[in-house]
């Protein structure tokens, strides 16, 4: 079935699933994590979404644009560590972009990663290849972008998108890490795979995952 | 993992909660969002000095909260930066008027959340200054990684650049002098044991019986080198030597414009310490080392100093930058002239350190 539009109930959806995801894979991440880094990816970002989720009802009502805002407040205020400021400014640059909407096109869809992706790389200062969050994130984004310039529906843009963040995260083994905790680690950062890469990548396949739902 | 803590998630605000009875006559503590503060802030007109990071490390930073040093401080999660809306409200209310100095170790996590939070004091009113410590010579490059780390010249930092605030220097005095500080301190240290994060419950990383890391940060994470153990005199040769044959180090870190009111490039160069110079020696415990070693690392640290002609002209000992309970130990050598020995000498009062009062 083809998908032309993603309504506020499903981005709600959404962020309850990535809860539901990131709960389940806090062993994992954290584990990934405790390789290169300082073991508490997974725990923080399950404690983060667990204060969104706390706090979803009190805009449920409202547009995308502030729940995804709130979404990007509660983490800023919960996660702590680089993935604090950065998936905050990830769902609030997110929510700048769609300000106001009840539904997104596959357009709206591409300018809210756009946005997002941007924050990221702002705050984070990171480049295509540091083994980092964006490595997942920018090629998802371009995947987005052209599938929906060809005239994919909003689907199977996201199936394209999600491949590409998949391919990204894997893509992070063989590097060298140059951002974050990892980086001290040099030589031996290689063959693990990042932590903020895999994170992003399930964020982004709960939303394709919340689509296919009830599509 | 066996640890005296009930549920891992009460950890950090059970022992908060703790602190704040033991001490009630210096500190208080505020809980969401959770910060360490001066029992007596705001201190009319006086600079306000406000740091935090990742729990775990304790004393750092809530033990340093009180007379001559801290203003407040931002516990995290265990080893986890702590959030903007932390700072920002910790800075609100020990602000007088006179400003805030933020010391931010560098890690990437507590570097962006101070960033933001600066960010929301600035818009609030607040004037505000961000400066980093990077003193750890484990990491040689700043081009490829994160930069060096933030470790032990932090304390020092904090007790010198408290004592300035207390005597009346202004924000830019204040932060002037702490970039000063962190120019001239150099530190390294090891590990002979990993730690366990509470809510984890497995050691962070994985050390043989007759192993140990070199080159850790404070967080438990690997360090540069792994290798057989070596005696205490070995070790403190490689950390000691490690730090005194340091070469320059040059960096680029972003400073608060307060005029401008946006972020500027700085970069910034230390020079290597050389003979003749006069240093405070800190010899710190990761937690788990007992102070009887310290001193036998201290007994061999002074024999280099001295056969490279530094004059250690204060030590600190102990435990006071750790990584929960690993053992291991690391080196601070901060260069010192008068300026910074007189408020290294000033009275301080707080939970971890207190002479002079």
């Known amino acids: 079935m083809t998908v032309t539009t993603i309504p506020k109930d499903q981005i709600v959806r959404w962020l309850r699933r990535t809860a539901q995801v990131l709960e389940e894979n806090r062993d994992y991440l954290t584990q990934l994590d405790a390789a290169i880094g300082d073991a508490d990816h997974g725990i923080n970002m399950d404690r983060g979404f667990k204060r969104v989720l706390s706090q979803l009802p009190t805009v449920e009502d409202k547009d995308i644009g502030s729940v995804l805002k709130t979404t990007g407040m509660a983490l800023l205020a919960s996660v702590g560590g680089a993935g604090g400021p950065l998936y905050g400014t990830f769902f609030m640059r997110a929510g700048m972009a769609v300000g106001g909407k009840q539904e997104l096109t596959a357009q709206d869809l591409v300018t809210l990663l756009q946005g997002a992706v941007d924050g990221v790389i702002q705050r984070g200062k990171a480049q295509p290849g540091d083994k980092t969050m964006v490595d997942a994130l920018l090629p998802a984004l371009e995947a987005l972008r052209e599938a929906v310039e060809a005239g994919d529906d909003i689907r199977t843009a996201l199936e394209k998108a999600v491949a590409a963040a998949e391919k990204g995260m894997k893509d992070t083994i063989p590097m060298l890490a140059k951002k974050g905790r990892a980086s001290y680690l040099g030589e031996r950062s290689i063959g693990h795979q990042d932590p903020g890469a895999t994170s992003s990548y399930l964020i982004l396949k709960a939303l394709l995952d919340t689509i296919n739902e009830t599509a | ?357």
């Open chain 2, 1 to 357: 993992m066996k640890k005296l803590i009930n549920k891992p998630e009460d950890f950090v605000r059970e022992s908060l909660e703790g602190m704040a009875l033991a001490h009630s006559d210096l500190i208080k503590v505020n809980f969401s969002p959770t910060f360490v503060y001066r029992a007596d802030a705001p201190v009319k007109g006086k600079v306000a000095v406000v740091s935090g990071g990742g729990s775990g490390h304790e004393p750092m930073h809530g033990g340093f909260v009180g007379k001559g040093m801290l203003d407040a401080a931002c516990p995290g999660e265990v080893f986890t930066s702590p959030t903007p809306d932390q700072m920002f409200e910790a800075a609100k209310t020990v602000n007088s008027g006179a400003g805030v100095l933020f010391i931010v170790k560098n890690y990437t996590g507590d570097v962006m959340n101070f960033e933001m939070a600066a960010e929301l004091a600035h818009a609030e009113g607040i004037p505000v200054q961000n400066i980093l410590i990077d003193d750890d010579v484990a990491v040689k490059d700043s081009l490829y990684t994160a930069g060096r780390r933030g470790t032990g010249t932090t304390v020092l930092a904090e007790k010198i650049c408290g004592a300035a605030a207390e005597a009346g220097y202004d924000l830019k005095q204040v932060a002037d002098l702490c970039r000063r500080v962190n120019l001239n301190g150099r530190s390294m240290g090891m590990a002979l044991t990993s730690c366990i994060v509470p809510a984890k419950g497995t050691p962070t990383f994985e050390l043989g019986e007759d192993e140990m890391e070199i080159g850790i940060g404070i967080h438990g994470e690997p360090g540069r080198e792994r290798m057989k153990i070596k005696s205490a005199d070995e070790i403190t040769e490689m950390l000691a030597l490690a730090i005194i044959e340091d070469e320059a180090y040059t960096r680029t870190v972003r400073e608060w414009d307060m005029e401008k009111g946006e972020w500027v490039e700085v970069e910034l160069t230390d020079e290597p310490l050389k003979p003749g110079d006069q240093v405070i020696a800190m010899v710190n415990s990761m937690g788990g080392t007992p102070i009887s070693e310290l001193y036998v690392v201290y007994r061999k640290l002074h024999e280099i100093c001295e056969k490279k002609g530094l004059k250690i002209v204060r030590n600190l000992i102990g435990a006071y930058i750790t990584s929960l309970e690993m053992q291991g130990v690391s080196i601070t050598l901060l260069r010192v002239d008068d300026e910074m020995l007189r408020f290294w000498d000033a009275p301080v009062h707080t939970p971890a350190l207190r002479w002079g009062m």
